[in-house]
């Protein structure tokens, strides 16, 4: 049973010495090494033409952004005030808290300045950011999975997991797991699958189809996750935040994709060596 697995899990991968290595920490690094083989690999097949260094500068934009952007999302919109009162643990990223939307924001900054940098369009980066970006949140969902974080609302269904702690001792959906299967493998299938016609389809069309999906996943899925407990349901007892920032994610995939193709402009990169 998922429970019985779920029982038998650890958050720490490894230890070495006093040094304790934890799956969620893996999950980063396995999402952004997957990340860059898939850019990596779609833009060759693309004929899209950058280096080495371009790639680098790439990811090194993006990890910096989605980092920054996840704990700062994350403490504002779901501290409560909290760190308004206490602004030093706004860099205590040992205690948790990071925000999938304030990643996603702090991605597409990150992704302006690695535009200018490499003189890709940004447009073709954010495609190609968007075909990568389902495989880090399946790892990143499972590590939540492993960490007992993310729970679901009770349930009595027979895959329902005792998470125990904060979330108690009654059986909860897997959530998590639910999120890494939409999110993460549904999502990267269906944008992997478009990525391979030749040529590719206009700028703007992937990271539309990305927000679109991955809003309409984190939509349905919200309505058996548990809500963070200092903000609750919003608006009649129904709604949640997680909600709330995903419908605005689905109007703005959907105008990307009638930019796209109204305009069709086609992908592009830069020569070998940069600009």
Not at 24 to 38: D, H, K, R
Not at 152 to 174: E, L, N
Not at 214 to 236: S, T
């Amino acid at each position: 049973m998922l429970n019985d697995l779920y029982q038998t899990l650890d958050p720490v991968a490894f230890s070495i010495g006093p040094l304790s290595v934890r799956w969620y920490g893996l999950a980063y690094v396995l999402g952004f090494v997957c990340a860059g083989a898939i850019i990596w690999r779609t833009a060759k097949r693309w004929k899209i033409r950058f280096d080495e260094d371009a790639l680098l500068t790439i990811i090194c934009c993006v990890i910096v952004g989605i980092i920054a952007g996840a704990r700062l999302g994350y403490c504002l919109v779901y501290g409560n005030g909290y760190y308004f009162e206490h602004p030093l643990e706004l860099f205590a990223f040992n205690q948790g808290g990071m925000s999938f939307h304030g990643g996603l924001v702090g991605a597409l900054l990150g992704g302006v300045v690695a535009a200018r940098m490499t003189s890709i369009p940004y447009l073709t980066l954010a495609d190609l950011g968007a075909i990568a970006a389902p495989i880090g949140l399946f790892f990143g969902r499972c590590a939540n999975f492993v960490n007992g974080e993310l729970w679901g609302a009770v349930t009595d269904a027979p895959w329902g997991v005792v998470f125990g702690g904060a979330a108690g001792s009654m059986p909860r959906h897997p959530s998590q797991l639910y999120e890494a299967v939409l999110e993460g493998l549904v999502l990267f299938v269906v944008l992997y699958m478009l990525s391979r016609k030749v040529p590719p389809r206009p700028r703007g069309t992937f990271i539309g189809t990305f927000l679109v999906l991955y809003g309409i996943a984190r939509f349905a899925v919200e309505f058996v996750r548990q809500p963070d407990a200092q903000i609750g349901y919003l608006y009649g007892g129904w709604l949640t935040m997680g909600q709330v920032l995903s419908v605005p994610l689905v109007i703005i995939g959907v105008a990307l994709i009638v930019y796209a193709v109204r305009t069709r402009h086609e992908q592009m990169g830069i020569r070998k060596g940069g600009r």
